[in-house]
C-alpha cells in the first residue's frame, strides 16, 4: 500500500504557470513508476505524465509535451509536476497515481494501483 496526497492546485490565469505536488507514504516510494492524471467534468480520466521509478525516463502525451514536466525526488518521497503555458483546456482535477509494475511507460489509468485524492486546477481566460 501507498498512500497519496496532492497539493499545489488553484485558480490561474491563461499563460501562467503552476507546480503540482504529490507525497507518497507507506511502502518503498522508490519501487513505484509515478503518474499524474487530470480529469475534467464530464469527461474521462486523461493521462498527462508519468516518471519511472529511479527518475531518469519520463512520458507524455502530446496535449501537455513541451508544457508540463513531471519530476520525483525519492530521498523526500515526492513527485510533482511543472506547468507552464496553462490554457483554460487543462482545467481539470489532477490526480497522482503509482504503479508497482515493471512496464514503462503505461498511460492507461487501470495500470496504476494507488492514487490520490485530487487537486483542483482552474485555469481561467
Known amino acids: 500500500q501507498v498512500q497519496l496526497v496532492e497539493s499545489g492546485g488553484g485558480l490561474v490565469q491563461a499563460g501562467d504557470s503552476l507546480r503540482l505536488s504529490c507525497a507518497a507514504s507507506?511502502?518503498?516510494?522508490?519501487?513505484?513508476?509515478m503518474a499524474w492524471f487530470r480529469q475534467a467534468p464530464g469527461k474521462e480520466r486523461e493521462f498527462v505524465a508519468t516518471?519511472?521509478?529511479?527518475?531518469?525516463?519520463?512520458y507524455y502525451p502530446d496535449s501537455v509535451k513541451g508544457r508540463f514536466t513531471i519530476s520525483r525526488d525519492n530521498a523526500k518521497n515526492m513527485v510533482y509536476l511543472r506547468m507552464h503555458s496553462l490554457e483554460p483546456e487543462d482545467t481539470a482535477v489532477y490526480y497522482c497515481?503509482?504503479?508497482?509494475?515493471?512496464?514503462?511507460?503505461?498511460?492507461?489509468?487501470?495500470?496504476?494501483?494507488?492514487w490520490g485524492q485530487g487537486t483542483q486546477v482552474t485555469v481561467s481566460s
Open positions: 497515481a503509482a504503479d508497482p509494475g515493471t512496464l514503462f511507460p503505461r498511460s492507461r489509468a487501470s495500470s496504476y494501483d494507488f
Open positions: 516518471i519511472s521509478r529511479n527518475g531518469k525516463n519520463t
Open positions: 507507506g511502502r518503498t516510494f522508490s519501487n513505484y513508476a
